[in-house]
């Protein structure tokens, strides 16, 4: 069974407790997080510049 399919089965078992699936998240970051996006701020000549994500200022 797929991992993905684990933890949504997990999720609606009443026999599992709220703590399993912390742990089984916790494991599922562990093997499938992305790594972190650099930060979004560019420096210019001395002064920080504004950028624009997806209409959401940064």
Known sequence: MAYSNI????????????????????????RFALPALPDPIIKSEGKTATRWLNLIRV
Not at 12 to 22: F, K, R
């Open 7 to 30: 933890f949504f089965a997990k999720h609606y078992n009443p026999a599992t407790t709220q703590l399993e699936i912390i742990d089984f998240a916790t494991e599922w970051e562990s």
